[in-house]
């Protein structure tokens, strides 16, 4: 009898780990959302409210992907150690509490601490270990669970905006921050509750040994985090300032949120569709593809100024720009051990966030400087090519690794 619960026990836990993967694509969806682009359609709303540039603005979003890159540092390592369902009702509690009080900023200064503090210990404490606490938990098939967790980022970097747009023309922008805080941790928090991390098998249950990476971490690290830095500085112009692109050929801002939406609906399709396309032909090139596709596209945006030409591109460009995060996600699982997974995740991550936060600044900056989006885009396309060049010399020096005798 014992025998047969202990069997049913084994039975019933390999299919928590799809409650585990999609719980942490909708947590993804809400915190994200937030932090990556969430702040493009404030940026109208601050500027007529206060007065400030657009670069300033857009700085509010990058001191928050600053924090974010610095928190998955630090709340990666420790969710290496740490109960991972304290350590979300942690990210939950921070994340709800500082967007809620950017209701009553009256200053940039008051901004950039909020956001940074939401990014650190708000995102910081989510991102990196849950894409690490999903990847534990499968053992085959983890791209495409990766790529369903990375999707939820992508729903909630269209979803946010387009539901923003409408809380600030029913609530005001002050409004629609506290509206975000409470909506927050009425979702997020019992989503917290089910977190739990996978039973320990293989290896860990055995006390045997893991198998060696195919790369030195100290080799992985540094050149997954310049290419990742790269990377999301091409994805974060777009994502910051599309819809103020838009905005700026007459069209409303609701419409322009519309767009972004359309992209990143076909983006969730597209993350999953990288996910298991890494499963079939490997992490690295599939990465590799979704980064030509990105680079390639992206400057296109600044040459089109029709609406419906914009609902035809942007799903285009979103599906392939998409893979880019789940090939960064994917790739960094494949190449690290599982018992330092969510500290190098941080680790790697941090110059992803950083990549973003310099991706936002500069398309705002140019613009500033400009009077237009062109030299930001093409900014965004030159990193995209120097992210291809560094991927590329990681898969190469895997290729010759592999050509060794062992």
């Not at 809380?167 to 928090?189: C, D, N, S, V, Y």
């Not at 777009?238 to 905005?247: A, E, G, K, S, Y």
């Not at 942007?314 to 500290?343: D, E, Q, S």
């Not at 965004?380 to 560094?390: F, P």
């Amino acid at each position: 009898m014992p025998q047969i619960t202990d069997q049913a026990h084994q039975d019933r836990e390999p299919a928590y780990r799809w409650v585990i993967a999609f719980t942490a694509a909708a947590m993804l969806a809400v915190v994200m959302g937030q932090l990556v682009n969430g702040l493009s359609v404030f940026f109208i709303p601050l500027e007529r409210a206060f007065g400030w540039a657009r670069g300033d603005i857009a700085f509010i979003n990058t001191v928050g992907l600053i924090g974010l890159a610095v928190g998955g540092i630090v709340m990666g390592r420790i969710a290496d150690r740490a109960e991972i369902r304290k350590v979300c009702l942690f990210s939950v509690a921070v994340t709800s509490l500082c967007v809620f009080a950017a209701a009553w900023a009256e200053a940039l200064w008051q901004f950039y601490l909020l956001f940074f503090l939401a990014g650190a210990f708000g995102g910081g404490a989510l991102f990196a270990p849950l894409i690490a606490l999903v990847g534990n938990w499968f053992h085959k098939g983890g791209g495409l669970a990766i790529g369903i967790a990375a999707a939820g980022q992508g729903v909630g970097q269209g979803g946010v905006p387009f539901g923003t747009a409408f809380l600030i023309e029913a609530l005001g922008w002050r409004g629609a921050f506290m509206a975000q805080g409470l909506i927050t941790l009425a979702l997020l928090l019992p989503l917290a509750l089910l977190m739990r991390a996978p039973p320990q098998r293989g290896a860990h249950a055995t006390g045997g040994r893991e198998d060696a990476p195919p790369l030195p971490l100290s080799t992985v690290i540094p050149t997954m985090s310049l290419a990742v830095l790269m990377c999301c500085t091409c994805m974060a112009v777009p994502l910051m300032h599309l819809v103020p692109l838009i905005q700026g050929y007459g069209i409303s801002a609701t419409e322009a949120s519309s767009v972004l939406f359309a992209m990143m609906i076909a983006a969730i399709v597209g993350r999953v569709a990288f996910g298991q396309l890494a499963d079939m032909i490997g992490a690295i090139p599939a990465y590799m593809t979704a980064s030509l596709w990105q680079t390639v596209l992206v400057f296109v945006f600044t040459q089109i100024t029709d609406l419906d030409m914009l609902y035809v591109f942007a799903p285009i460009y979103g599906f392939g720009y998409a893979g880019v995060m789940t090939g960064v996600l994917t790739t960094t699982r494949a190449l690290t051990p599982a018992t330092r997974r969510a500290g190098a995740t941080g680790i790697i991550l941090a110059f992803g966030w950083l990549g973003h936060g310099l991706g936002g600044y500069q398309g705002g900056l140019f613009y500033d400087l400009t009077g237009g989006y062109d030299v930001s885009f093409a900014n965004a396309a030159l990193a995209g090519v120097l992210n291809l060049v560094v991927v590329g010399s990681l898969y190469l020096a895997l290729r010759r690794r592999a050509a060794l005798p062992a």
